[in-house]
């Protein structure tokens, strides 16, 4: 059974630094793990994409994506042997708040986690 655990998330004031942390557990075969990435919802609004690794190919590097709002402050990673996402988030911005998601690609089928939450106060 795939589950996900997010940690991390807290209140924080803006400019300040959060790193969130996904473990991933119940991978059976790595070959069927695709992308994985973090989203937030804020509320009365959807759930959006913050950051995302890709993969291509086993000969190519992961492709790293970020929302636009994000660029040049968040850093999402992995571990090498791929069960744990991470999500630095830096200089943090009151707009950031919100309930944070990790979420993967398992033989092409989404899992997502319980979601932790990051408030940013101005």
Request: charged share 20%; hydrophobic share 35%; aromatic share 10%.
């Amino acid at each position: 059974q795939v589950q996900l655990v997010e940690s991390g998330g807290g209140l924080v004031q803006a400019g300040e630094s959060l790193r969130l942390s996904c473990k991933i557990s119940g991978i059976l075969n790595m070959f069927g793990l695709g992308a994985v990435g973090w989203y937030r919802q804020a509320s009365g609004k959807q759930r959006e994409l913050v950051a995302n690794i890709g993969f291509k190919s086993v000969r190519s590097d992961d492709i790293i994506t970020y929302d636009d709002s994000v660029k040049g402050r968040f850093t999402i990673s992995r571990d090498n042997a791929k069960t744990a996402v991470f999500l630095q988030m830096n200089s943090l911005k009151p707009e950031d708040t919100g309930d944070y998601y990790c979420n993967i690609q398992y033989w092409n089928r989404p899992y997502w986690g319980q979601g932790t939450q990051v408030t940013v106060s101005s």
